[in-house]
């Protein structure tokens, strides 16, 4: 008889968002016509930009006709799309090669697809609070996970710990779900850690957008000693709306090795294997976001996003709530009140004010306490979820 992955049974019954969006279809179902708010999954809401659908449309037309027809892309990504990736780096003092940058299909996907460049005998250290595809796809691998856990006394920064071993080390930073974001010194110090252990860091950068600060690093690869011990994963999902659209990019500087293997050629092979790359008309659409005009419409956006955070910050505030994160990040971590379990919180929150958030819990054992909310909803929902919220906590 054929045996099915295992480790398959070692998974919690089933993901978060699925999880929730469960509870929410069961609450519609029991109370039809009912408008909920939704600041759960950080799904964005406004549409691509115009220079995006521009680019789109004029792809599909170029499919249309034989003299700009496009059959199979390259598997690690079209050379133009590279390019401008690359050259959005050097914008920003980071000094790539065209072909350290691969194109993806979206950072989950890529999260879990990159997996396959470690041994299953490797162990993953997950910061927690953590985004749960993380642990979900190294325990489908049946890999060792080193839970590490933070809180708001380091800021939900820890340092990398003197007494651990880990070959992978997951960093999020601007984080999902806490919105920290590690400084320079930070960051190095886990930079020199992976160096000095031999273990390589994958750096979630889905979120890099969305940093105020002009000193925090946007990518790891603006310190030194990165090249020789990090990926980074980055995403246009949050950035310029492509959640649905589906496209993103990966780092994987020639510098880094591990016993003898060059990661770099290692994922070539793999993409050249396991996939026929991202379709021509995405790439097209993607290309179009590091033009001038692309950059100035989804700053827009990102504004957009940015000023739900504030309105959403202010009802907290008036609350008296503990809160975190927001303002170089789309998500804000609060404390539940009064002590309140966080899947408490949640069903508190959609049967009281219908409105819909994500439990803390649902992002590692110490997210128990919190509770997060995204700003990535339209601006109605989030001002009639902020004074909803407001009446309800400020009792
Ligand atoms: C989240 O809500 O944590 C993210 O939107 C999930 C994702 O990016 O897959």
Known sequence: MTTPNMHYADLKDSYLFFNI????????????????????IGDVTLPLCGAVIKALHEAVDDQARADSFHGYMPETGAPFLREVITEHYRSRGVDLSYDDVFVSSGASDELGDILDLFDRSSSALVIEPAYPAYVDANVIAGREIVHLASGPDNGFLPRPPKDIKADIIYICSPN???????????????????????????????????????????????????????????????????????????????????????LNDMWIRNRTTKTNGVSYILQKGGAAVFTPEGQRQIRENIEYYKENARILMRALDKAGIWYCGGKNAPYIWLRCPDGMGSWDLFDHLLNTIQVIGTPGA??????????????????????????????????
Request: hydrophobic residues 40%.
């Open 176 to 262: 999902n779900p806490t919105g920290a974001v590690f400084g320079r010194d930070q960051l190095q110090e886990w930079i020199d850690f992976a160096n000095s252990s031999g273990s390589v860091i994958l750096f979630d950068a889905a979120y890099e957008a969305f940093i105020e600060d002009e000193d925090l690093p946007r990518s790891i690869f603006e310190l030194p000693g990165a090249r020789t011990c990090a990926i980074e994963i980055c995403s246009l999902s949050k950035t310029a709306g492509f959640t649905g659209t589906r496209l993103g990019y990966t780092v994987i500087p020639k510098e880094l090795e591990r016993k003898g293997m060059r």
């Open 21 to 40: 969006a469960q509870k929410v279809k069961a609450y519609s179902g029991a109370h039809p016509g009912t408008r909920l708010l939704r600041l759960g």
């Open 362 to 395: 649902g992002f590692g054992a110490c997210g128990e306490g919190f509770f997060r909310f995204s700003t990535f909803g339209s601006r109605e929902d989030t001002l009639l979820a902020a004074k909803r919220l407001e009446e309800l906590l400020c009792r």
